[in-house]
């Protein structure tokens, strides 16, 4: 017997991120291919009439797994019973902007959206935010939904993922070896450029990454600033914003959040005070998941070197967080 359809919610549906995410949802890349979706879009009143067309073209797929789609530009259709809630909808930063700059132009949205999802979706909702800046819009939208109730504080996810595929990607090439050989790799903190990339636990086939890169300038002065600078790149090359590699970021995401992982994997999620972070703050930490729930790597020694590059994307998480206060 074929298993009930999950709702998925999908906001900025209309957008580029969107246009590279939902297709790959309805074919059955997130959470199965035996698991039926129903997909329901989110995005501004301009933007119903290409969400039209692009409900029109995953019609044109006739993807097996795809059980219903609608679009709407109210939060609470959109929301309603949804399983998961991935909220990409939100303005990108152009050439030169750094992605707390968005805080007031997108920080708004996560008030509604957070109180839409606590009164509308189903109580065990996962939500992801994918809009920038990530952590702290998702620090938004959980405040708000925690005033209603309802739903899990827990499940109020900031995406971190692409920082840590850039990583992989990255260290598998100054190795030479391929990214499936590589195991725990860490991204701690914000999704902007304190992150820190932390692969001092990595492996690769079981030998430890540090020794094999054994280069201690090289992760200080290369590494660290490339994979933290890579959105910006990618503004400079491409004239826009990541949206394929964002997009199959929030797929792995939501996808190890639901069917597990093997090992762990960087999520971005409310501490619980786990080395040092205060409760609340979304911050990146290595993370395992089973059964649908999802567990932060405990009992990591932390060096002199981690601890000050964790103190500096702590400290600027807590003054984003200070920056939204009138807005909670
Ligand atoms: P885009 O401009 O192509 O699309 C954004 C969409 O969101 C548009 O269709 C817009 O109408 C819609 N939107 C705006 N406000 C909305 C609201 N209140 N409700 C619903 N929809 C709304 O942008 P994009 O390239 O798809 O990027 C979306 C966001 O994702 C940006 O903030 C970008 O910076 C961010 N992003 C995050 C990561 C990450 O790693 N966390 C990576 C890439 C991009
Ligand atoms: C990225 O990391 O590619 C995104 O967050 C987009 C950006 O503004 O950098």
Redesign the pocket.
């Known amino acids: 017997m074929s298993k009930a359809p999950v709702r998925v919610a999908v906001t900025g549906a209309a957008g580029q991120i969107g246009y590279a995410l939902l297709f790959r949802i309805a074919s059955g890349e997130m959470l199965g291919k035996d698991q039926p979706v129903i997909l329901q879009l989110l995005d501004l009143p301009q933007a119903q009439k290409a969400c039209q067309g692009v409900i029109m073209e995953l019609d044109d797929c006739a993807f097996p797994l795809l059980a219903g789609v609608f679009a709407t530009d109210n939060p609470d259709v959109a929301f309603k019973d949804a399983d998961i809630c991935m909220l990409v909808g939100a303005r ?2 152009g050439p030169g ?1 750094e ?1 707390a700059e ?1 805080l007031s132009a997108n920080g708004a949205i996560f008030t509604v959206q957070g109180k839409s999802i606590a009164e509308n979706a189903k109580e065990d909702v996962k939500v992801l935010v ?1 809009g ?3 952590n702290t819009n998702a620090y938004i939208a959980r405040k708000s939904a925690m005033k209603v109730g309802r739903t899990n504080p827990a499940n109020y996810h900031g ?1 971190l993922r ?2 840590h595929n ?1 990583a992989l990607s990255m260290a598998a090439a100054k190795i030479g070896r391929p990214v499936s050989s590589l195991r725990k790799m860490a991204v701690w903190g914000n ?1 902007s450029p304190t992150m820190y990339t932390d692969y001092r636990n990595a492996t690769s086939n079981g030998d430890s990454v540090k020794a094999l890169i054994n280069d201690a300038a090289w992760n200080n002065d290369v590494f660290l600033p490339t994979v933290a600078k ?3 790149a ?2 400079e090359a491409r004239g826009l ?2 949206a394929a ?2 997009a199959n970021a929030a797929i792995c995401h939501v996808r190890d959040w639901v069917l597990g992982t093997e090992d762990w994997v960087t999520m971005g999620v409310p501490s619980d005070g786990s080395y040092g972070v205060p409760e609340g703050i979304i911050f990146g930490f290595p993370c395992e998941c089973k059964n649908g729930s999802y567990k932060i790597i405990q009992g990591l020694e932390i060096d002199a070197y981690s601890q000050e590059k964790i103190a500096k994307t702590l400290k600027e998480l807590q003054e984003e967080a200070d920056a939204v206060k009138s807005m909670l």
Do not use: E, T
Request: hydrophobic residues 45%; charged residues 20%; positive net charge.
């Open positions: 990108p930063r902007m992605r968005l994918v920038n800046p990530a995406m692409l920082d850039r999704h890579r959105g910006a990618i503004i914003s990541s590699s964002a």
